[in-house]
């Protein structure tokens, strides 16, 4: 089953599917890329690279997602293996991370307003704040606290909360935090759907003037990320979903 982000995310493909199927090299006097720099809008024809980039990598990312929630940090091949865990768990992070970038990217080609208060929701989400101080920088965290001794902190993963598929830190040897997880890759979902329906509804306002298929199409996906269900061509809402 295809989530909210994997539709947004196919339906800017289609966007450029489209322009590229419609390009004839033949009559066309410019490159490919200076006619996508034009259809866009972007300030470089690197644009093109970035988008078709940033789409394989929502791409590629969402499936590490996919799997992460359907077998969790055991895996799978349902090993009783510690090392499966981190290595899910350090992959998993590291995916998210990835994402990021690639969302980052898209904000950053197509200038989205929100791009600075987008930007720095992600950073601070806890997902990416989780793949900082064990994934990344777990032996120099530098977002300290103010009961931190030192100029950095360190962390380390609690091994038999990780046995249990539990996630607890213990930082400077001192603290615990604990982690739920299903519920901060939610918060995270949210937060990527949320992007993703600003930045393909502006590219949408700017080429098709919120008109015809793509228009249709990309409204019922808003409707699904709302919490809609849609059966054929009808849609259920419910009373308590934001429009």
């Known amino acids: 089953m295809m989530t909210t982000t994997e539709k947004y995310n196919d339906l800017q493909k289609e966007i450029l599917h489209n322009f590229a199927i419609r390009w004839d090299s033949e009559k066309c006097k410019t490159t490919f890329r200076d006619d996508v720099k034009k259809f866009y809008g972007f300030e470089k024809k690197f644009g093109w690279n970035i988008i078709l980039n940033s789409y394989y990598i929502i791409d590629d ?9 359907k077998f969790d940090l055991q ?22 991370y990835q994402q990021k970038l690639a969302i980052d990217n898209l904000m ?12 720095k929701k992600l950073s601070e989400n ?3 704040t989780l793949r900082n101080k064990i994934g990344a920088h777990p ?16 962390y380390e993963i609690s091994r038999p909360d990780l046995e249990m598929d539990r996630l607890k830190l213990l930082r400077n040897q001192n603290h615990f ?3 739920d997880l299903s519920n901060a890759i939610d918060e ?13 509804g502006k590219i949408i306002k700017k080429i098709f003037k919120n008109q015809g ?22 849609i259920i809402s419910f009373k308590n979903n934001k429009a």
């Open 61 to 69: 990312t969402e499936l590490a997602k996919k799997s992460f929630k």
């Open 75 to 96: 895996g799978p091949s349902r090993h009783q293996d510690i090392g499966e865990r981190y290595l899910r768990l350090y992959g998993f992070l590291n995916s998210i």
């Open 108 to 119: 950053e080609v197509f200038k989205l307003p929100k791009q600075t208060e987008f930007s």
């Open 126 to 128: 806890e997902l990416l």
């Open 139 to 154: 032996s120099n965290y530098r977002d300290v606290k103010e009961d931190s001794e030192h100029k950095f902190d360190v």
């Open 177 to 179: 935090e604990n982690y």
């Open 188 to 200: 995270f979902d949210k937060l990527i759907e949320e992007i993703l329906c600003e930045l393909t």
């Open 213 to 234: 298929k793509i228009y249709a199409d990309y409204l019922k996906i808003n409707e699904i990320k709302n919490g809609a269900i849609i059966l054929g061509e009808t």
